[in-house]
């Protein structure tokens, strides 16, 4: 950020803590980590292209600690029919999304972060994880308290993602160096708002810290 925006910034800080705003809620003891839109469409080079390569081993790092603590670890994908009318109008919006067809490579999860027989994989067709999909209902049955999000973009699916999972009650924990955006502005501005109002923004070896913290054997994982 140029200083003019970094002084901005910590003026609205500023005033958020004045007000009330930038709470913490903290880890809770049952977390589940949501690994948002990790697929090649995104990752690999292309019109939908975000740059990942230094955050993938942060979360690499965080599933390895997360599977060690029995914790459940969700990915997310992003998939349509042929004709495209399960995109809705979300589709006509973001019309880049009409790429990301069944059986497209573009769909699969980056190779780099392996979907293990243990970890579960949801087809979305909107930015929230949440919205028209179980996973609510899975988190809850299985008395998960806290949510690490991480993936992408910060200001779209992360955040929708983000707000989702605090309405419906969830701790929620976006560590910084796993979320990533096309463009650095919106990366900044809505890590600073969702720390703000909507999550936990901390490091990934601090989530590691937690997982690793975590005693017992694998009872948090979801059903298969």
């Not at 060690?68 to 995109?87: E, N, Q």
């Not at 910084?176 to 890590?191: G, I, K, M, P, Y």
């Amino acid at each position: 950020m140029d200083e003019v925006a970094t002084k901005g910034m910590e003026t609205q800080q500023s005033h958020y803590d004045n007000i009330g705003f930038s709470d913490r809620t903290g880890f809770g003891s049952r977390p589940a980590i949501l690994v948002i839109d990790m697929c090649r469409g995104i990752t690999e080079p292309g019109k939908m292209y975000i740059d990942m390569d230094t955050h993938i081993p942060c979360i690499a790092a965080i599933l390895d600690a997360a599977r060690r603590a029995g914790a459940p670890v969700i990915f997310t994908t992003v998939a349509y029919h042929a004709d495209l009318s399960d995109a809705g109008m979300f589709g006509k919006k973001a019309r880049l999304v009409q790429d990301f067809l069944y059986g497209s490579p573009l769909v699969d999860i980056d190779p780099r972060l392996p979907v293990l027989e243990s970890d579960h994989l949801m087809v979305k067709k909107f930015p929230s994880a949440f919205y028209g999909t179980n996973l609510q209902s899975m988190l809850t049955g299985v008395g998960v308290d806290t949510t690490v999000v991480v993936g992408n973009s910060t200001s779209g699916c992360i955040r929708a993602t983000v707000c989702d999972s605090v309405s419906g009650g969830f701790r929620t924990i976006v560590p910084e160096d796993c979320v990533a955006d096309r463009a650095q502005l919106s990366h900044t501005v809505n890590l600073f708002d969702m720390d703000a109002k909507y999550a936990d923004v901390v490091s990934s070896t601090a989530v590691v810290s937690y997982l690793d913290s975590l005693a017992g054997p694998s009872r948090l994982r979801a059903a298969g």
